[in-house]
Nanobody
C-alpha cells in the first residue's frame, strides 16, 4: 500500500506565504516526489519536483518564490510558497513515483494525494 497524505493548506492573503507538507505512508522506497496544482476548468500543472538526491525542479512561474524540499528518512516532502498571488488559488496535489528521477508530466506519476486547497485572497 502506498498513500500520500498532504497537510498545511489553507487561506492566505496575496503576498503572503504558506507551507504544505506531504508524507508517504508506505513500507516501500519512495522515488521522486513533487507537487502539482489544479484550478477548476484547467489541467493539472507541475509546480515543483524533487529527486531522491534532493535535486529540485520548478515551474517557471514559481521560480524564486517556491521552495521544495524533502526528508528521505521521514518520506516527506515540503513546499514552501512565498509571495502568493490570487491566481495561484488551487488544489495542490502531492505526487510520487518509485523511479529516482523525476517526470514533469502528470502521467509520469503513479501515486497521488487527495489534494489540499490553497486559497489566496486579493
Amino acid at each position: 500500500q502506498f498513500r500520500l497524505v498532504e497537510s498545511g493548506g489553507g487561506s492566505v492573503e496575496a503576498g503572503g506565504s504558506l507551507k504544505v507538507s506531504c508524507a508517504a505512508a508506505t513500507t516501500s522506497g519512495v522515488g521522486c516526489m513533487g507537487w502539482f496544482r489544479q484550478t477548476p476548468g484547467k489541467e493539472r500543472e507541475a509546480v515543483a519536483t524533487i529527486s531522491v538526491d534532493l535535486k529540485p525542479t520548478y515551474a517557471e512561474s514559481v521560480k524564486g518564490r517556491f521552495t521544495v524540499s524533502r526528508d528521505n528518512d521521514k518520506k516527506t516532502t515540503y513546499l514552501e510558497m512565498t509571495r502568493l498571488s490570487a491566481e495561484e488559488t488551487a488544489v495542490y496535489y502531492c505526487t510520487a513515483r518509485y523511479e529516482i528521477v523525476c517526470s514533469s508530466t502528470e502521467s509520469g506519476y503513479k501515486f497521488w494525494g487527495r489534494g489540499t486547497p490553497v486559497i489566496v485572497s486579493s
